[in-house]
């Protein structure tokens, strides 16, 4: 039961200027290709081949011997993921149910926005940043490398890639400048609230 790479939600040129065409060329076709045959690779002929990725993800997370297994396989997952978190025209502030329960857990848009931004720039080296659901409160969250909120049982709403490869050719160093392009002008608000409202 081979995982498929999913093609991205969007035309490559329909985040620019954020983030380039050539940007998502390398980042999908290249890196996030990679993660879904190597773990096809991985879990060929093995009893993981018939779970889902998310049931994999949580049965083998911690699990030393199957490290190469989790970080393909959560890596697939998290860019499938984080590729649905951004839209042509995204950003601003979220609506409706989203904005109450943001404003009821953080105090303010503003607050959660502080927050997530903290957690992308603070995340030492490569990993992701996440809003999730944790036993019915939104909390802003990081996670190193591959891991992700999956396996601490948390529901992840929105996650922004803080790997170099996400944002280098477009920003060189400046990851601030990512972080903040990506609130403003590309969260796709819509699919987190379809998240929270199925969580």
């Excluded at 994999?56 to 997952?77: E, L």
């Excluded at 049982?153 to 050719?169: F, I, K, N, R, S």
């Excluded at 477009?170 to 998240?195: C, E, G, H, M």
């Amino acid at each position: 039961m081979a995982y498929t790479l999913p093609p991205l939600p969007y035309d490559y040129t329909a985040l620019e200027p954020c983030i380039t065409k050539s940007t998502l060329e390398f980042h999908h076709d290249k890196h996030h290709a990679a993660y879904v045959n190597n773990y096809n690779g991985l879990v060929k002929d093995t009893e993981l081949d018939a779970l889902s990725l998310e049931e994999v993800i949580v049965k083998v997370a911690g699990d030393a011997s199957k490290a190469g297994v989790f970080n393909n396989a959560a890596q697939a997952w998290n860019h499938s993921f984080y590729w649905d978190c951004m839209k042509p025209g995204g950003g601003g502030a979220p609506t409706g149910a989203l904005a109450d329960k943001i404003q009821a857990d953080f105090g303010s848009f503003e607050k959660f926005v502080e927050a997530f931004k903290t957690a992308g720039a603070t995340q030492f080296g490569s990993g992701w940043a996440w809003l999730v659901l944790d036993n019915g409160t939104l909390k802003v969250t990081k996670t190193g490398n591959a891991d992700n909120p999956l396996t601490a049982g948390q529901v992840p709403l929105l996650t922004m890639d803080v790997w170099e490869h996400a944002y280098y050719l477009d920003y060189q160093n400046r990851r601030p400048d990512y972080i903040s392009d990506f609130l403003t002008k590309l969260v796709n608000w819509d699919f987190v609230a379809a998240n929270l409202a199925a969580a």
